[in-house]
């Protein structure tokens, strides 16, 4: 008889641990990852402040954030409960509004409705960084070896004081409101349908906007694990029922959020979809000439060279770091940037706790509509009368595990000089390959920080030039 050797299949990516229900994603190991942020917390003297622990829409979410309570609680540190499914960012702003020393999220964001996942936010409401997630994932790795837990049964941990139930959405609510003229988006003559794809932002933002003349329409409004039809990305096709209902009622825009709300996703008044690149480059655009904010522009190197041209035309600066806004955070509280933002959608904001956040994207997007007058269409064609037309494309490849190295030596070992019959300007090596022609193009071709995926993406001045890219993308990955 073989015996069967156990793995430790926890491992923290870009933004946190991601898995398959009940294949690895299991009560038994979110435990392990609650032990070793219990173990963190203890070890960096920070578990005085409590933690905050919510979780999204998916299967069983909200029993795996109890089990995690359970052993959180049983290291003898409080715990702050979400007492219902609740965005992520309402959780991060959560930990800064209440001085907490970090936060648990079970969340798969954006992934597949069998997946579920164990994000952490530090004590600045930030993703977890580098230096952080690696303590607590040796922690994890030796409870892991241990193969126990400290944990105490939660109506216990409640009788005791060390689990509280509670409602974070007020709190943020009122922080949005000072950020955005709430009454002055209450009062526009619009019509806007609001898309949280089943996920953890059902009812935000339609509670910020209703009660006053601007009409608010949600679907996919429930709850359903399963996310039927769609996976709760805010991209196409995802967003496609979301572009028929606007058509249908003749909507001026579509605002979408992704399963936990830290992302979103935008439709114009045709039901065309934006690109999260040209709402990265409206929403600075915005900042710029509406608010006429000054600041740093933070970018990932899979977002939009617009931001590189408003810098220019707006004399701020613009700073680019790799995928993840772990990244980003740090360096836009250097630099006092006044946005930053990623290809996923997600973008954070000065003045707000430097993370993504789907929901006040989403205002400020509403924001530039209102003040403006102008639809997103109208929006669309201001900015490219700025910074010329834009085109955004990306694919993503699922490839097995045992070809990986193989596809980074097909791009390492020969890479282009010319891409699309124009001299490759610079290359990029900071996370992936990014190949930087003389026209300001681009192709970037890097792997999934979460999941098995080969990404390629572009950015280029026409569709058409954009589909020859990722073909020759494909060419140059061997795939």
Same mark, same amino acid.
């Given at each position: ?310 810098? &220019? ?72 009368? &700025? ?24 791009? &390492? ?61 494909? &060419?140059?990955?061997?795939?």
């Amino acid at each position: 008889m073989t015996d069967i050797v156990k793995h430790n299949p926890i491992k923290f990516g870009t933004d946190g641990w991601r898995a398959v229900i009940a294949e690895d994603f299991t009560f038994e190991n979110v435990r392990y990852c609650a032990q070793g942020v219990a173990d963190f917390l203890i070890s960096n003297k920070l578990a005085k402040r409590g933690i905050i622990i919510g979780y999204d829409t998916r299967f069983a979410s909200e029993d795996f954030a109890a089990a995690a309570a359970e052993v959180v609680a049983g290291n003898g540190i409080k715990v702050s409960l979400t007492s219902a499914a609740t965005p992520t960012p309402v959780i991060s702003y959560g930990v800064v509004a209440r001085q907490a020393a970090g936060a648990i999220v079970i969340t798969a964001s954006h992934n597949p409705g069998e997946w579920n996942g164990f994000k952490f936010k530090d004590e600045n409401g930030w993703s977890a960084s580098d230096a952080v997630t690696s303590k607590i994932v040796s922690f994890i790795n030796k409870a892991y070896a241990a193969g126990k837990v400290k944990r105490l049964p939660l109506a216990e941990a409640k009788a005791k004081g060390l689990v509280a139930m509670t409602d974070l959405a007020p709190e943020y609510f009122a922080q949005v409101a000072r950020l955005v003229d709430i009454k002055a988006l209450k009062r526009a003559k619009l019509k806007v349908i609001i898309d949280p794809l089943y996920g953890a932002g059902v009812g935000y933002l339609k509670r910020i906007l209703e009660g006053g003349s601007l009409k608010v329409m949600e679907i996919h409004g429930e709850r359903n694990p399963l996310f039927p039809g769609l996976h709760p990305e805010p991209i196409l096709p995802h967003l496609n029922e979301l572009a028929e209902v606007i058509k249908k009622n003749k909507a001026n825009v579509g605002l979408a959020t992704d399963g936990d709300a830290d992302r979103m996703g935008a439709v114009d008044e045709k039901g065309n979809f934006i690109t999260q690149l040209q709402v990265f480059a409206l929403l600075c655009l915005y900042f710029l000439e509406v608010r006429g904010e000054r600041g740093a522009i933070i970018k990932t190197l899979t977002t939009t060279s617009m931001a590189d041209k408003l810098g &220019k035309l707006y004399n701020v600066p613009v700073f680019q770091t790799a995928v993840g806004f772990k990244y980003i955070a740090p360096l836009m509280q250097s630099e006092n940037a006044m946005i930053g933002g990623e290809e996923s959608g997600g973008y954070g904001f000065r003045g707000h706790v430097l993370e993504r956040d789907g929901i006040l994207a989403n205002l400020f997007f509403l924001d530039f509509i209102v003040k403006t007058g102008k639809n997103p269409s109208k929006l669309l064609d201001y900015l490219y009368s &700025k910074v010329g037309q834009h085109h955004y494309r990306r694919v993503d490849i699922k490839f097995p595990e045992a070809e990986r190295k193989a596809i980074i030596g097909c791009v &390492k070992n020969n890479p282009p000089k010319t891409i699309d019959g124009v001299k490759v300007a610079k290359l990029d090596t900071t996370d992936g390959y990014s190949f930087v022609l003389a026209d300001e193009s681009w192709l970037l071709i890097r792997f999934s920080g979460t999941e098995p995926l080969l990404r390629i993406y572009c950015e280029t001045d026409s569709p058409e030039r954009a589909m020859r890219f990722l073909e020759i993308g494909k &060419k140059i990955a061997g795939v």
